[in-house]
């Protein structure tokens, strides 16, 4: 099911780093069917070799790439700080880092036949975003900033109030650039409603503000 390196050694070797970087921005714009093995190998200036020398073919390089995204949101989550500041981290990393499409990719893996690779993706769900996520949570109850209860119903509440601002993460979106949709137009612009003008740091700073202390003035 991999190459000759170690899947969590993949990140030592900057070879393997660059191709899951390009991998990565060409898989969620395309998806997996419109992404070729040479143009990840014409783009990072090696040869498919050197590309087989990491990764067994490309269906483990996508799945690599889907995990190599699960990690960074579960760093984000585990890296220190007061409860705020690693909820905003979290969802800075879901919201402005084209993270969004992470979800779009994930279903994109009807077209992988491994059904290994399948179980992989679903448990690293629990390992790399839930559980580090309802951990979260727990910590929040243990020092009282959170009222007690389930922390996994937590953790599933923040997911849904985050859910509508990446919404617009939907294969008809899939060709876009989504740092740059970010960067260049309210987010709110995808639902092509009437939707108040508000910038990504305000929508961050208010969704856990929400969640921590509720609508109430």
């Given at each position: 099911?991999?190459?000759?390196i170690?899947?969590?050694?993949?990140?030592?070797?900057?070879?393997?780093?660059?191709?899951?970087?390009?991998?990565?921005?060409?898989?969620?714009?395309?998806?997996?069917?419109?992404?070729?093995?040479?143009e990840?190998?014409?783009?990072?200036?090696?040869?498919?070799?050197?590309?087989y020398?990491?990764?067994?073919?490309?269906?483990?390089?996508?799945?690599?790439?889907?995990?190599?995204?699960?990690?960074?949101?579960?760093h984000?989550i585990?890296?220190?700080?007061?409860?705020p500041?690693?909820?905003k981290?979290?969802?800075?990393v879901?919201?402005?880092?084209?993270?969004?499409?992470?979800?779009?990719?994930?279903?994109?893996?009807?077209?992988?036949?491994?059904?290994?690779?399948?179980?992989?993706?679903?448990?690293a769900?629990?390992t790399?975003?839930?559980?580090?996520?309802?951990?979260l949570?727990?910590?929040g109850?243990?020092?009282?900033e959170?009222?007690?209860?389930?922390?996994?119903?937590?953790a599933w509440?923040?997911?849904?109030?985050?859910?509508?601002?990446?919404?617009?993460?939907?294969r008809?979106e899939?060709?876009?650039?989504?740092?740059?949709?970010?960067?260049?137009?309210?987010?709110?612009?995808?639902?092509?409603?009437?939707?108040?003008?508000?910038?990504?740091p305000?929508?961050?700073?208010?969704?856990?503000?929400?969640?921590?202390?509720?609508?109430r003035?």
């Amino acid at each position: 099911m991999q190459g000759k390196i170690d899947p969590a050694e993949l990140s030592k070797h900057g070879n393997a780093e660059r191709i899951l970087q390009v991998g990565w921005e060409l898989f969620h714009k395309r998806g997996y069917r419109g992404v070729s093995v040479d143009e990840i190998c014409q783009q990072c200036h090696l040869t498919k070799p050197t590309l087989y020398y990491y990764f067994q073919n490309k269906e483990n390089l996508y799945v690599q790439v889907l995990l190599y995204r699960m990690r960074d949101l579960r760093h984000a989550i585990e890296e220190q700080g007061t409860l705020p500041i690693r909820l905003k981290r979290f969802l800075h990393v879901m919201l402005e880092t084209a993270t969004p499409n992470l979800p779009v990719m994930v279903r994109d893996m009807e077209n992988i036949s491994d059904p290994a690779y399948h179980k992989l993706i679903a448990e690293a769900f629990q390992t790399e975003f839930l559980q580090p996520l309802t951990a979260l949570m727990q910590t929040g109850i243990d020092s009282g900033e959170l009222a007690p209860n389930d922390p996994v119903f937590y953790a599933w509440l923040f997911l849904g109030m985050m859910s509508p601002f990446v919404a617009h993460s939907i294969r008809s979106e899939i060709d876009s650039p989504m740092s740059r949709a970010f960067k260049h137009r309210p987010l709110w612009a995808a639902t092509r409603s009437h939707g108040p003008q508000i910038d990504l740091p305000d929508i961050i700073d208010t969704l856990v503000e929400i969640f921590l202390k509720g609508a109430r003035p």
